[in-house]
């Protein structure tokens, strides 16, 4: 009872809140410093790019070392291709391949000595040439994202319990149809990260993580190293099982899956390179079929400063874990200092503290949206959020979207920021660029409208170029780039 006051005085305080409030913003009251002092990036846009004009479903870019963008897409016949962006015109494009869409949940690409380039789509692996011709296709894949360590080549992957010798769990699984209960369980291994080093004889498996954990280990990570040699590695874990009801009502039904955990692991990979090194700080050690144990941590969500979660409602800290998905999207690794830069979307919590509320969806009226950034170092949170956009910024009035999946992070090996964001506009959206120099964020710069959205990214070259590509309403895919002015 006492608790129930204590959400009945909040909504009450809440609702006074919208009313009193609701007729400016955070920027206008002054409650977002980090804002005030923002400028235009020196940056310049090229003109758009028709890269492709098909539906895609899967996409990979890069810079070259000559300054090209390349763009490597799977559309929705399966068919992979290549193209080849020098300035404002495409020099080239061909197809590659054909590959079968229903193994195809993942692409990437690097680029390898003498212009030339390997990429990975579905069950194969092809390397090309800069004029596209196939120097060697590699069936049977399993690789998920290359990792290219120093002079060697390695990649990432999920494997199955049983060849990762997981240790066993029972999931149970549980509910109610219509009126009658049921349960039924089953005993399974967990699936599990492993990093593999591509030799003579294919790829060989070198480094598990979290072996001996019980919940499996999601495709949702990311991998990445840092200018250091120390490779971070973010990944959700997850058991099985779970409750479900289904009733007669007009919603169908409703599914409760177990918790899930957001974990963080790091290994210098010297450790990876050598393996006569002995057992260091980062608590590596070998498993029984000689693989580098790699054992990570949970993130302690409960020990952000900042975020408000007495009223953030159901779920708490393991809720406010969920809301990065898809990683790629959210988190970005500084090569140069080793943070983990997360971004999301929240709103201020009403007390009026630089506290923030993450929500379930929708947007809470008389509470302003804000896309934010906080950061984690060597596992302490920072004691502050970085706003990125709210409203008002850049003029009075501008609104953004604030959608889970929209918004793209990214660090480069400079410690420059980047993000892609998107700006709300009558019927469709406009898509944003953020950059990060000198530990202030810019203005937004506009790049183009889509009314979905469906794929936008970028890549960055080492020179700090940006190439940004998104779908537009037809279904094609644009391109343009963004430069230092100087550059131009």
Same mark, same amino acid.
């Given at each position: 009872?006492?608790?129930?006051?204590?959400?009945?005085?909040?909504?009450?305080?809440?609702?006074?809140?919208?009313?009193?409030?609701?007729?400016?913003?955070?920027?206008?009251?002054?409650?977002?410093?980090?804002?005030?002092?923002?400028?235009?990036?020196?940056?310049?846009?090229?003109?758009?790019?028709?890269?492709?004009?098909?539906?895609?479903?899967?996409?990979?870019?890069?810079?070259?070392?000559?300054?090209?963008?390349?763009?490597?897409?799977?559309?929705?016949?399966?068919?992979?291709?290549?193209?080849?962006?020098?300035?404002?015109?495409?020099?080239?494009?061909?197809?590659?391949?054909?590959?079968?869409?229903?193994?195809?949940?993942?692409?990437?690409?690097?680029?390898?000595?003498?212009?030339?380039?390997?990429?990975?789509?579905?069950?194969?692996?092809?390397?090309?040439?800069?004029?596209?011709?196939?120097?060697?296709?590699?069936?049977?894949?399993?690789?998920?994202?290359?990792?290219?360590?120093?002079?060697?080549?390695?990649?990432?992957?999920?494997?199955?319990?049983?060849?990762?010798?997981?240790?066993?769990?029972?999931?149970?699984?549980?509910?109610?149809?219509?009126?009658?209960?049921?349960?039924?369980?089953?005993?399974?291994?967990?699936?599990?990260?492993?990093?593999?080093?591509?030799?003579?004889?294919?790829?060989?498996?070198?480094?598990?993580?979290?072996?001996?954990?019980?919940?499996?280990?999601?495709?949702?990570?990311?991998?990445?190293?840092?200018?250091?040699?120390?490779?971070?590695?973010?990944?959700?874990?997850?058991?099985?099982?779970?409750?479900?009801?289904?009733?007669?009502?007009?919603?169908?039904?409703?599914?409760?899956?177990?918790?899930?955990?957001?974990?963080?692991?790091?290994?210098?990979?010297?450790?990876?390179?050598?393996?006569?090194?002995?057992?260091?700080?980062?608590?590596?050690?070998?498993?029984?079929?000689?693989?580098?144990?790699?054992?990570?941590?949970?993130?302690?969500?409960?020990?952000?400063?900042?975020?408000?979660? #007495?009223?953030? +409602? /159901? *779920?708490?800290?393991?809720? =406010?874990?969920?809301?990065?998905?898809? !990683? &790629?999207?959210?988190?970005?690794?500084?090569?140069?200092?080793?943070?983990?830069?997360?971004?999301?979307?929240?709103?201020?919590?009403?007390?009026?503290?630089?506290?923030?509320?993450?929500?379930?969806?929708?947007?809470?009226?008389?509470?302003?949206?804000?896309?934010?950034?906080?950061?984690?170092?060597?596992?302490?949170?920072?004691?502050?959020?970085?706003?990125?956009?709210?409203?008002?910024?850049?003029?009075?009035?501008?609104?953004?979207?604030?959608?889970?999946?929209?918004?793209?992070?990214?660090? #480069?090996?400079? +410690? /420059? *920021?980047?993000?892609?964001? =998107?700006?709300?506009?009558?019927?469709? !959206? &406009?898509?944003?660029?953020?950059?990060?120099?000198?530990?202030?964020?810019?203005?937004?710069?506009?790049?183009?409208?889509?009314?979905?959205?469906?794929?936008?990214?970028?890549?960055?070259?080492?020179?700090?170029?940006?190439?940004?590509?998104?779908?537009?309403?037809?279904?094609?895919?644009?391109?343009?780039?963004?430069?230092?002015?100087?550059?131009?």
């Amino acid at each position: 009872m006492k608790r129930l006051i204590e959400k009945l005085v909040d909504f009450i305080a809440l609702i006074s809140f919208f009313i009193l409030c609701s007729c400016s913003s955070l920027v206008e009251k002054g409650r977002l410093p980090e804002v005030t002092n923002r400028i235009s990036p020196s940056l310049q846009l090229s003109s758009e790019i028709t890269i492709l004009d098909k539906e895609v479903t899967l996409i990979k870019s890069l810079v070259s070392n000559n300054g090209h963008a390349h763009v490597f897409a799977l559309d929705n016949e399966g068919r992979l291709s290549h193209t080849d962006i020098q300035g404002n015109q495409i020099q080239q494009h061909h197809e590659i391949g054909k590959v079968e869409l229903g193994n195809a949940k993942f692409i990437d690409a690097i680029e390898l000595t003498n212009n030339q380039y390997r990429i990975l789509a579905g069950d194969t692996q092809y390397i090309v040439d800069e004029a596209g011709r196939i120097l060697r296709e590699i069936k049977g894949n399993k690789c998920e994202r290359f990792l290219p360590i120093g002079d060697k080549l390695f990649c990432s992957f999920i494997i199955s319990g049983k060849e990762a010798g997981a240790p066993e769990r029972t999931d149970v699984t549980g509910g109610i149809f219509f009126i009658l209960p049921f349960v039924f369980w089953s005993t399974e291994q967990a699936t599990k990260l492993v990093l593999a080093e591509e030799t003579a004889n294919g790829w060989l498996i070198k480094a598990v993580v979290d072996p001996n954990i019980k919940p499996d280990t999601s495709p949702d990570y990311v991998v990445q190293l840092d200018n250091q040699g120390i490779l971070h590695i973010v990944y959700y874990t997850t058991g099985g099982g779970g409750f479900f009801a289904v009733g007669g009502g007009g919603n169908g039904g409703v599914f409760v899956g177990s918790e899930s955990n957001l974990r963080y692991a790091q290994l210098q990979t010297s450790r990876l390179m050598d393996r006569n090194l002995p057992v260091s700080s980062d608590k590596s050690h070998e498993t029984n079929n000689g693989w580098l144990a790699i054992n990570g941590a949970n993130l302690d969500w409960s020990q952000v400063p900042f975020f408000d979660y #007495d009223s953030g +409602g /159901v *779920g708490g800290a393991s809720y =406010f874990a969920s809301r990065f998905t898809p !990683l &790629t999207h959210h988190l970005s690794i500084d090569p140069v200092l080793g943070d983990l830069s997360f971004s999301i979307s929240g709103a201020m919590s009403f007390d009026g503290l630089r506290k923030v509320y993450i929500y379930h969806g929708g947007r809470l009226g008389g509470l302003d949206d804000l896309w934010l950034e906080f950061r984690n170092r060597k596992s302490q949170w920072d004691l502050d959020f970085t706003t990125l956009v709210t409203n008002d910024i850049p003029t009075k009035g501008y609104e953004w979207n604030y959608i889970c999946n929209g918004v793209k992070n990214r660090i #480069d090996r400079s +410690g /420059v *920021g980047h993000i892609i964001v =998107f700006s709300k506009k009558s019927n469709y !959206l &406009t898509i944003e660029y953020l950059q990060k120099n000198n530990q202030n964020w810019s203005l937004p710069i506009k790049l183009g409208n889509c009314e979905e959205c469906r794929f936008s990214d970028f890549a960055v070259s080492q020179h700090g170029n940006i190439f940004v590509y998104w779908t537009n309403d037809q279904d094609k895919l644009i391109g343009r780039w963004i430069r230092k002015s100087q550059a131009m």
